[in-house]
């Protein structure tokens, strides 16, 4: 054999050689993007489960007494409270005499909480307070009318307090109004001189010209029936 012909024998070996190198190179490069990529699921599923994880204990945490999370669905906190303040006997001192109050639908209190402020305990940019929204000015009237003389503002930022103020107001204005639950939330929400304008204890819904005081009484009777449904247990409707 020539020389010549040694090498040109040696040449095809030579580049099986390089072919294998370059393939196994191809193998271990597919080998670290396939290990690259499951580390990439992993990763991702972990930080799915992790985030599950979390909304699941801040879901917990939320959780009111009721076992409902406030904001969400139709919750309802304090029904103790709301039982309690719907039935108990109140009188109402006004420049006409002493007015007895009677008792109110607790599911028409958790209705005004639920428009007002979602069981959510807020301060409104037109200074109104706590779960029924108060405003400074009702809180005197209300003061004035229970014959109340130690209330200052920020107390209604407790809860009992609150919904008691706010039941008392609805309680007088239910009396006022002859029991008539539209005229009475539309005194709530827009004034006793409005309602008063609007027909007083004659009042229809379609005679409040606000559309957004329209809209209210219509959102809370809509709620109070919700609410005589899902929670007449908790709240003590027989």
Not at 180 to 197: F, I, K, S, T, W
């Amino acid at each position: 054999m020539t020389p010549a012909r040694g090498a040109a024998a040696r040449r095809p070996a030579a580049r099986s050689r390089s072919v294998s190198r370059a393939a196994a190179r191809r193998r271990r490069a597919r080998a670290r993007a396939e290990r690259s990529r499951r580390l990439r699921r992993w990763l991702f599923a972990g930080g799915l489960l992790v985030g599950v994880v979390v909304i699941a204990v801040a879901a917990w945490q939320s959780l009111n007494r009721d076992g409902q999370i406030p904001g969400f669905g139709l919750p309802l906190e304090h029904a103790d409270i709301i039982r309690a303040e719907a039935d108990d006997p109140d009188t109402a001192h006004t420049l006409s005499g002493d007015i007895e109050l009677p008792p109110i639908d607790p599911a028409l209190i958790a209705g005004v909480i639920f428009q007002e402020s979602k069981f959510l305990d807020q301060t409104s940019d037109a200074g109104a307070r706590g779960l029924m929204q108060i405003t400074p000015d009702t809180a005197d009237t209300i003061e004035s009318l229970s014959g109340g003389s130690t209330f200052t503002f920020d107390d209604l930022a407790d809860p009992e307090l609150n919904i008691r103020y706010g039941t008392f107001y609805l309680r007088y204005l239910m009396d006022k109004y002859g029991g008539d639950e539209a005229a009475a939330l539309a005194a709530y929400n827009a004034g006793e001189g409005n309602a008063d304008e609007w027909g007083g204890a004659d009042l229809e819904l379609s005679d409040i010209t606000f559309p957004e005081t329209r809209a209210y009484v219509d959102e809370v009777l809509e709620k109070q029936e919700q609410y005589r449904k899902e929670y007449a247990e908790e709240l003590g409707i027989r």
